[in-house]
T-cell receptor
Framework: AQKVTQAQTEISVVEKEDVTLDCVYE???????LFWYKQPPSGELVFLIR??????QNEISGRYSWNFQKSTSSFNFTITASQVVDSAVYFC???????????FGTGTRLKVLA | NAGVTQTPKFRVLKTGQSMTLLCAQD?????MYWYRQDPGMGLRLIHY???????AKGEVPDGYNVSRLKKQNFLLGLESAAPSQTSVYFC??????????????FGAGTRLSVL
C-alpha cells in the first residue's frame, strides 16, 4: 500500500526561526517520486520540489532544503530563517508510475509569527 | 500562459441539484486529475484520466462522473449533489510519468457548497 504521513498537523514558529516539516512515506515500489507543494492562504498549490527514488542527494534552494533518506523512508523539508510569507499549508506527495496516482499527505499548516 | 484553468471558482448548490466543473489545460498534458480537499484530510483523488477518451476511478469516486472528450478538457459532474460533497475541488495535470513530466500543475480550485 502507498501512504504518506505528515504527523505534524500545525506548527507555529517566530520569524527567523528554523523549522522542519516531516514527511514519511510507504511504498513497495523501487521507482517512485516524492514532491512537496505549498498552499498559501490564497489557496493555489505551488510545486516546490521533486525527487526520484534513485537520487538521495539533498537539495538546497535559498532558505529551503530537503533531506531525503531512503533508510527511514523520509523526505523532510527545512525552512531556514523563516519569514511570515512562509505561512502556508505544505503537502508532501508520493507518485509511483505503475499506479498513475499521486498520494498526498494530510498537510502541515505552518504559521510564522512576526 | 494560462496553465490549468478551473471554472467556476465558487458555487452554491441545493441538495439534489446537478452541476459540472470544467478543467482546461493549455500545456498539451496527457494526464489529468480531479481531487477534493477537506479539512484535515489533504487531497483525495476522485477520478483521473491518462489520455483523451479515458477515465478511471480514484480513491473517492462515488457521486461523481467525469469525461475527457478532448485532451485539453476534463469535466467533473455531480448528478445529485449532497452536503457531503461540500469541498474545495482541484484539477491537476501533468505531461507524463517520468522525469520532470510527472510534476503536477494545479488549477486555482473550485469552492463548492451544497446546502
Amino acid at each position: 500500500a502507498q501512504k504518506v504521513t505528515q504527523a505534524q498537523t500545525e506548527i507555529s514558529v517566530v520569524e527567523k526561526e528554523d523549522v522542519t516539516l516531516d514527511c514519511v512515506y510507504e511504498t513497495r515500489d523501487t521507482t517512485y517520486y516524492l514532491f512537496w507543494y505549498k498552499q498559501p492562504p490564497s489557496g493555489e498549490l505551488v510545486f516546490l520540489i521533486r525527487r526520484n527514488s534513485f537520487d538521495e542527494q539533498n537539495e538546497i534552494s535559498g532558505r529551503y532544503s530537503w533531506n531525503f533518506q531512503k533508510s527511514t523512508s523520509s523526505f523532510n523539508f527545512t525552512i531556514t530563517a523563516s519569514q511570515v510569507v512562509d505561512s502556508a499549508v505544505y503537502f508532501c506527495a508520493l507518485f509511483t508510475s505503475g499506479t498513475y496516482k499521486y498520494i498526498f499527505g494530510t498537510g502541515t499548516r505552518l504559521k510564522v509569527l512576526a | 500562459n494560462a496553465g490549468v484553468t478551473q471554472t467556476p471558482k465558487f458555487r452554491v448548490l441545493k441538495t439534489g441539484q446537478s452541476m459540472t466543473l470544467l478543467c482546461a489545460q493549455d500545456m498539451n498534458h496527457e494526464y489529468m486529475y480531479w481531487y477534493r480537499q477537506d479539512p484535515g484530510m489533504g487531497l483525495r483523488l476522485i477520478h483521473y484520466s491518462v489520455g483523451e477518451g479515458t477515465t478511471a476511478k480514484g480513491e473517492v469516486p462515488d457521486g461523481y462522473n467525469v469525461s475527457r472528450l478532448k485532451k485539453q478538457n476534463f469535466l467533473l459532474g455531480l448528478e445529485s449533489a449532497a452536503p457531503s460533497q461540500t469541498s474545495v475541488y482541484f484539477c491537476a495535470s501533468n505531461a507524463g510519468l517520468g522525469g520532470a513530466k510527472n510534476i503536477q500543475y494545479f488549477g486555482a480550485g473550485t469552492r463548492l457548497s451544497v446546502l
